[in-house]
């Protein structure tokens, strides 16, 4: 058993799929089309992180529930985890790329850690291994 997919609620599919692609560096995995489960057209839109099990469905809001959830589907608290090997050059090469950070990057037990805010408003953790011992 493994947890294949979740889903973020995104404005549009075009502007979410080049943040989490051209920005993020996920691969896209699928662009489908699709239907809702009353026969409207829809996109099956699949992004995850490269070399990794777990993708992201990415859902354009449809009515006025979903689009009040954008940004917000965790209520406001970090939702998403993203740990990669080098933090610092990660970290450099996000603000280089205009993600917006929300914290500085700090140290954490658990390894070094900066929040940022996804394309729809999500917090998310860029995560990275612990920073190594001052000598």
């Not at 691969?27 to 699709?34: K, Q, R």
């Amino acid at each position: 058993m493994h947890l294949e997919l979740i889903a973020i609620i995104v404005e549009e599919y075009d502007s979410a799929i080049e943040f989490f692609v051209e920005t993020l560096g996920f691969d896209l995995i699928e662009d489908s089309p699709s239907l809702t489960n009353d026969g409207r057209p829809k996109r099956w839109v699949v992004v995850r992180p490269p070399r990794a099990t777990t993708g992201i469905l990415l859902a354009q809001a449809d009515g006025d529930r979903q689009r009040h959830a954008i940004g917000e589907q965790v209520a406001g608290r970090v939702g998403f985890f993203l740990r990669v090997e080098d933090f610092s050059g990660e970290y450099r090469r996000l603000v280089d790329a205009g993600v917006e950070f929300v914290t500085e990057p700090r140290t954490e037990p658990y390894g070094q850690v900066a929040v940022f805010l996804d394309i729809a408003g999500n917090r998310w953790d860029l995560l990275g291994p612990a920073a190594p011992a001052a000598v």
